[in-house]
């Protein structure tokens, strides 16, 4: 006898739902994954130089620092 039609019974019934599932599961991870790497590429040493950049220009910090601390991100 066969079950809903399909012949597999309840486990038929887990089975297809858990495709989607494990589908909807890969996107998710492609998009933290991928979210992940493009903040990585952009670097945090390029935005800690702007913001010495800035510090400079609004003369917190002497000529001496800015090139001390430039030379320690540039590293």
Known sequence: M???GYGM??????FM???PLALLGLVVYWAVNSGVK?????GSSSGA???LKSRYARNEITED???K???E???
């Open 2 to 4: 066969m079950y809903g």
């Open 9 to 14: 019974g309840w486990f038929g019934g887990i």
């Open 17 to 19: 739902m858990l495709i």
């Open 38 to 42: 493009s903040a990585l590429k952009e």
């Open 49 to 51: 130089l702007d913001i």
């Open 65 to 67: 620092e800015y090139k």
């Open 69 to 71: 601390l430039k030379e």
């Open 73 to 75: 991100l540039s590293r």
